[in-house]
């Protein structure tokens, strides 16, 4: 039968093995960032029977270039202590299998060592604080492989925009399934985490990957372009990471429509716009548009139209959506007044605006299980057009 829709959703059952606890209200308890968010998305995706849901698996080989990837955004000895931490902790009986490593100090900037920044620290407990900036970032068993399938899903949604010969692609993938829009299910997301800290239920920053893979697929076959790329994140939340980690790039724009005063409470002002120096080829490369908690939708209708003037007039030739339901109405970790419906004229606003560059929507946070599938249903039915 005829295929409505015809965006790619990508998607890896190893990303529903991570599953942790947090501090959240001074109580530890279970992260409400769940596998059965990705679960119930899947389940309104089949449900609906509409939509080119492809199921992959990270091969050993695609964790390797994914790896290699997520090593220009991250430092290494970040990277390995994602991979190694919790066996660590294991051997040597700090955990038991089906723990959680959470870290208990944090980096300290202090005024009397400003001259030297901190170093990881020898105690093995400290590390873990050195290594994240919240309580919302546990390590259990599994952690690492939904973190490397997650990132890797974006890898490959990659994959699906551009030719594939030059690209490291799935086996399952294929030139022909060529797309324009492709969306990733990548759980755990990516926008909060830096380059040396996890926080916010992030560990690799998802969406800087595709921008390290395509810029050298690009300098391979056409070395006088270099890409342009807008990020636009419509979660909830200022999405710091990817803030701090594109800051300084002339050529990537980042867009942020989020809560004023919420988490990570630090950055996310519209005072940041890049460095400061108006000489700098990457002043005014970043946009943040924060809004009051209560905030109605056609209050971020007015914001989103001046986040997409800001894409459209920085003409870039990929966009990247950084998704998040949590702006939803009865979200426990967001408190703007969107309802489902509003995420079709949403997406149509944005997809019209850029109607013909290759986009690639990568999920971040959304934490009412029971209306994830109907938003993002509604989100996917505004993007393309189809309503
Ligand atoms: C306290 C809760 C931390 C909230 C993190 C926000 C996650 C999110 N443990 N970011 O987009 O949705
Ligand atoms: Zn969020």
Redesign the pocket.
């Known amino acids: 039968h005829t295929l409505i829709h015809t965006m790619i959703i990508l998607h890896d059952e190893a990303t529903l093995l991570h599953e942790t606890v947090?501090?959240?209200g001074s109580k530890l308890r279970p992260?409400?960032?769940s596998p059965e968010r990705i679960k119930a998305i899947l389940a309104s995706i089949h449900e609906a029977q509409t939509h080119d849901l492809r199921t992959i698996s990270a091969s050993a080989e695609d964790q390797n270039t994914t790896l290699e990837l997520a090593k220009e955004s991250h430092s290494t000895d970040y990277l390995k202590h994602l991979q190694t931490v919790f066996s660590e902790w294991l051997a040597q009986g700090l955990v038991t299998a089906h723990e959680n490593v959470l870290p208990e100090c944090f980096r300290i900037y202090s005024a009397t060592s400003a001259h030297k920044p901190p170093r990881p620290p020898k105690d093995i407990y400290a590390r873990a604080g050195y290594y994240a900036f919240?309580?919302?970032t546990g390590m259990m068993q599994n952690s690492w492989a939904s973190i490397i399938a997650s990132a890797n899903l974006a890898v490959q949604a990659t994959g699906l925009l551009s030719p594939s010969s030059s690209l490291p692609l799935s086996s399952t993938i294929k030139d022909n399934d060529l797309r324009r829009s492709v969306l990733a299910l990548t759980r755990p997301?990516g926008?909060?985490c830096t380059g040396t800290q996890a926080?916010?239920?992030?560990y690799i920053n998802n969406i800087l990957l595709p921008i390290t893979l395509l810029r050298r697929h690009h300098h391979q076959r056409q070395p006088n372009h270099t890409p342009r790329f807008a990020i636009l994140d419509l979660?909830?939340?200022h999405?710091n990471g990817t803030q701090e980690l594109t800051y300084y790039d002339a050529d990537i724009l980042y867009v942020s429509i989020h809560g004023e005063d919420e988490?990570?409470y630090y950055t996310g002002s519209a005072s940041e716009t890049g460095p400061p120096d108006p000489d700098h080829a990457a002043h005014g490369t970043n946009l943040n548009l924060p809004l009051p908690p209560g905030s109605s939708f056609s209050t971020y209708l007015e914001s989103l139209s001046i986040g997409l003037d800001a894409v459209k007039q920085f003409k870039p030739d990929y966009l990247l959506v950084s998704l998040?339901f949590?702006t939803f109405h009865l979200d426990p970790?967001?408190k703007f007044d969107i309802e489902t419906e509003d995420y079709k004229t949403m997406a149509a606003r944005v997809r019209s605006t850029v109607p013909d560059v290759p986009a690639l929507i990568l999920l971040?946070?959304?934490?009412v299980i029971e209306r994830l599938g109907v938003n993002l249903l509604s989100f996917l039915e505004g993007w393309e057009g189809t309503g």
């Open positions: 947090e501090l959240l992260a409400l960032e919240d309580m919302s997301p926008h909060h926080g916010g239920y992030c979660d909830f939340h999405g988490f990570p998040g949590d970790l967001g971040e946070g959304g934490y």
